[in-house]
């Protein structure tokens, strides 16, 4: 499931376009007053470059299961756009699984983030475009993702089948990060990569935190 909304790193420009991989992720926020309709994080702010962590066993088998098999009865379509990709759409999933997102899952992934990130109740979070794409080995303008950053304040992933199924995959970070845990700014080790070895991984980040996908070298990915 994947968050849609991205900064071009050519020219900075943020715009509504794809992205290979399968994320559920936070769009543009506001504040829950409404005083202005959206304060979105400024460049500066640390929580946008929040440093990437994975917890696994976040979703059951049972429910990666659930979500598949509603993504795929809802079909995988492509779509027109900077970064191609082939997802289903959230809004084409059946009610039942809309809601188990919904009332279940996101929950459950905003309460992490906001722990570890920073965000505080006043800070109105919201997803934008949830999606499950598949990466496939066997279409090349499918297999994987370019360097970007997004410009949403969070994004997140859930893999939602066994990693036996495919070879290849994960996550590449680059530049600068912030680690709430100790207060402190670095810049990411060379190849730095985050690749879950079971289904039901989750793996969250800062928006702006520049990253890639891994490409998918034999199999299919589901996130």
Same mark, same amino acid.
């Given at each position: 499931?994947?968050?849609?909304?991205?900064?071009?790193?050519?020219?900075?420009?943020?715009?509504?376009?794809?992205?290979?991989?399968? +994320?559920?992720?936070?769009?543009?926020?506001?504040?829950?007053?409404?005083? @202005?309709?959206?304060?979105?994080? #400024?460049?500066?702010?640390?929580?946008?470059?929040? !440093?990437?962590? !994975?917890?696994?066993? =976040?979703?059951?088998? @049972? !429910?990666?299961?659930?979500? /598949? $098999? !509603?993504?795929?009865?809802?079909? =995988?379509?492509?779509?027109?756009? *900077?970064?191609?990709?082939?997802?289903?759409?959230?809004?084409?999933?059946?009610?039942? +699984?809309? $809601?188990?997102?919904?009332?279940?899952?996101?929950?459950?992934?905003?309460? /992490?983030?906001? $722990?570890?990130?920073?965000?505080?109740?006043? @800070?109105?979070?919201?997803?934008?475009?949830?999606?499950? +794409?598949?990466?496939?080995?066997?279409? *090349?303008?499918?297999?994987?993702?370019?360097?970007?950053?997004?410009?949403?304040?969070?994004?997140?992933?859930? /893999?939602?089948? @066994?990693?036996?199924?495919?070879?290849?995959?994960?996550?590449?970070?680059?530049?600068?990060?912030?680690?709430?845990?100790?207060?402190?700014?670095?810049?990411?080790?060379?190849?730095?990569?985050?690749?879950?070895? #079971?289904?039901?991984?989750?793996?969250?980040?800062?928006?702006?935190?520049?990253?890639?996908?891994?490409?998918?070298?034999?199999?299919?990915?589901?996130?």
């Amino acid at each position: 499931m994947r968050n849609i909304f991205y900064r071009d790193k050519k020219d900075g420009t943020a715009r509504v376009g794809g992205g290979r991989g399968g +994320t559920l992720g936070l769009g543009l926020g506001g504040r829950r007053d409404g005083s @202005d309709g959206c304060r979105c994080l #400024e460049s500066d702010d640390a929580r946008a470059v929040c !440093a990437p962590t !994975a917890v696994e066993g =976040f979703l059951d088998d @049972d !429910a990666t299961q659930r979500l /598949l $098999k !509603a993504a795929k009865s809802a079909t =995988f379509k492509s779509k027109d756009e *900077a970064f191609a990709t082939k997802d289903a759409d959230y809004e084409r999933l059946d009610v039942e +699984t809309r $809601k188990y997102v919904r009332e279940e899952l996101w929950p459950r992934v905003d309460a /992490l983030m906001r $722990k570890r990130c920073g965000f505080g109740e006043e @800070d109105f979070i919201t997803p934008y475009r949830v999606v499950v +794409t598949e990466y496939s080995a066997g279409k *090349a303008e499918f297999k994987r993702i370019e360097r970007h950053a997004d410009a949403g304040q969070m994004t997140f992933s859930v /893999l939602l089948n @066994d990693p036996r199924e495919f070879q290849g995959g994960g996550t590449r970070f680059f530049g600068r990060v912030w680690h709430p845990e100790n207060d402190t700014t670095t810049t990411l080790p060379e190849n730095y990569a985050l690749a879950p070895r #079971e289904a039901g991984t989750l793996v969250f980040h800062g928006g702006f935190v520049t990253h890639e996908s891994v490409s998918v070298r034999e199999g299919t990915r589901y996130l």
